[in-house]
T-cell receptor
């Protein structure tokens, strides 16, 4: 059974700081997705990456997919309070989706 | 507005009392899925459906049933709820294009407590 490990589990930073969170898989990703979930809501898709070595940018968020397609990172530049939430990585393996436990980010104003 | 709706949003019940959580989507999506979210465990897939009358088990199907009689609806049934089914439940839907799922859209969640 594939396991997705996310680190750190919890991160509390000041507004304006940079941060990186990680997602590591016990097996090669089929298709990696990153989601953000805010309190009281369902997860919302941020990005999908498929190709090893791929880098995608979404405003202040940079997503990197490892060459071997077993790891990924999400870097946030100049974090803002609006970035607060639970960041989840997931693998879309055809019919099934496997999620990591998430990194809970809190950005203080 | 494109959306996935779930009802109820909150439910407190007792062990053994059958319940149904409804899920409906208005995007004509083929694929629908149920997840439960527990602290430290992330989201775990319970059941999914590729289209009407086609369903299959996810990673944690024990104690749950589903049906897909209409494309837009995918109810989750707990025939005899137990306290270990206390959790936050999410329904999701997506297109099913060329054998892969597209962006999954999640409902707002149903917080279930079984006493």
């Amino acid at each position: 059974t594939q396991l997705l490990e996310q680190s750190p589990q919890f991160l509390s930073i000041q507004e304006g700081e940079n941060l990186t969170v990680y997602c590591n898989s016990s097996s090669v990703f089929s298709s990696l997705q990153w989601y953000r979930q805010e309190p009281g809501e369902g997860p919302v898709l941020l990005v999908t990456v498929v190709t090893g070595g791929e880098v995608k940018k979404l405003k202040r968020l940079t997503f990197q997919f490892g060459d071997a397609r077993k790891d990924s990172s999400l870097h946030i530049t100049a974090a803002q309070p609006g970035d607060t939430g639970l960041y989840l990585c997931a693998d879309l393996g055809g019919f099934k989706t496997i999620f990591g436990a998430g990194t809970r980010l809190f950005v203080k104003a | 507005e494109a959306q996935v709706t779930q009802n109820p949003r909150y439910l407190i019940t007792v062990t053994g009392k059958k319940l149904t959580v409804t899920c409906s989507q208005n995007m004509n999506h083929e694929y629908m899925s149920w997840y439960r979210q527990d602290p430290g465990l992330g989201l775990r897939q319970i059941y999914y459906s590729m289209n009407v009358e086609v369903t299959d088990k996810g990673d944690v199907p024990e104690g749950y049933k589903v049906s897909r009689k209409e494309k837009r609806n995918f109810p989750l049934i707990l025939e005899s709820p137990s306290p270990n089914q206390t959790s936050l439940y999410f329904c999701a839907s997506s297109r099913w294009d060329r054998g892969t799922t597209d962006t999954q859209y999640f409902g707002p969640g149903t917080r279930l407590t079984v006493l």
